[in-house]
């Protein structure tokens, strides 16, 4: 009933940025928390960052202070601003929306970081 779907992933340098969007559609509630999580190759699906309906934030240690989650709600959107790239962020980023029990995936976007 709800649609996630990923835009922006691509092949970067290691210093570069990329900025990646997750467009909702469907039956979606107003109240939802929007986050962003990642696959690296033969590794479990891990978090990156959360946004809640009040634009309050929690991002894993290993993107603090390169990363930046925010979302409008108008447009049912969620970005995430990816600079200062590193080889290790390299994987299959998802879009995840949870509201009142419930959770959505988009299909991922592939960011490849380069050495």
């Known amino acids: 009933q709800v649609q996630l779907v990923e835009s922006g992933g691509g092949l970067v340098q290691a210093g570069g940025s990329l900025r990646l969007s997750c467009a909702a559609s469907?039956?979606?509630?107003?109240?939802?928390?929007m986050g962003w999580y990642r696959q690296a190759p033969g590794e479990q699906r891990d978090f990156v960052a959360l946004?809640?309906?009040?634009?309050?934030?929690n991002y894993a240690d290993s993107v603090k202070g390169r990363f930046t989650i925010s979302r409008d709600n108008a447009k049912n959107t969620v970005y995430l601003q990816m600079n200062s790239l590193k080889p290790e962020d390299t994987g299959v980023y998802y879009c995840?929306?949870?509201?009142?029990?419930?959770?959505?995936w988009g299909q991922g976007t592939q960011v490849t970081v380069s050495s």
């Open positions: 995840n929306l949870r509201s009142y029990g419930s959770g959505y």
């Open positions: 469907g039956s979606i509630s107003s109240i939802n928390d």
């Open positions: 946004i809640a309906q009040d634009f309050s934030t």
